[in-house]
């Protein structure tokens, strides 16, 4: 994969703070407009991880384009008279099975989520009964307290894993049994052309 000199330099900022996220006070960074930006080991992500067919492990800190390490930033803000909103941006590139050829699949996630911050459950399920929320809006959360970054950063990862990972341009696909690339009885035209001057019967 290239990558663009920003994209570059944005993974290279998130390098700088190398391993787990703790937990964070979302809403205060969203009063101070804030944010924070980071990076770990995507086998870290318990959950992920049984779906993943590549095991790596980071014992120093990688290389820009290295496989299976996870960058994000996450990013809040006030305004006035509306809900404090937080953007998280998490990249990766996590090694999955394709299902076809059984072989490792490179999967490049690049992940943006907008959510409206609520510092209360009974806030958010009015403004849920209410229908404030629009559908295509951002994703209500649920911010009583510190909240788990890695939990939320893992499920952007999570969804972003196709249910049945194929490659784009198998070669399995293409020799697979029942699936003959071309036709193996097809008829010699001159064949045809006999048959077409016919046997006078
Ligand atoms: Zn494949």
Redesign the pocket.
């Known amino acids: 994969m290239t990558l663009s000199n920003s994209q570059a330099a944005w993974r290279q900022r998130c390098l700088e703070n190398w391993g787990l996220p703790r937990r964070v006070d979302l809403m205060r960074l969203a009063r101070g407009g804030q944010g924070l930006s980071g990076a770990f080991a995507v086998n870290r992500l318990d959950r992920l991880s049984e779906d993943l067919a590549q095991s790596i492990e980071h014992t120093s800190l990688p290389g820009l384009d290295d496989k299976g390490v996870v960058w994000f930033e996450v990013s809040a803000s006030a305004r006035t008279g509306r809900r404090n909103t937080a953007v998280l941006k998490v990249q990766s590139v996590l090694g999955l099975t394709?299902q076809?050829?059984m072989?490792t699949?490179w999967l490049e996630v690049d992940e943006q989520a907008v959510f409206e911050l609520f510092g209360s459950e009974s806030q958010m399920q009015s403004a849920l009964a209410s229908e404030e929320i629009e559908p295509d809006g951002p994703e209500p959360l649920l911010v009583d307290g510190p909240l788990d970054l890695v939990q939320l950063i893992e499920d952007q990862l999570i969804l972003a894993v196709p249910f049945v990972p194929?490659?784009e341009d198998?070669?399995?696909a293409k020799t697979e049994a029942g699936e003959p690339i071309q036709t193996p009885e097809r008829q010699s035209p001159f064949k045809v052309l006999g048959q077409l001057k016919g046997d006078p019967k």
């Open positions: 394709c076809r050829c072989q699949l194929k490659h198998c070669q399995a």
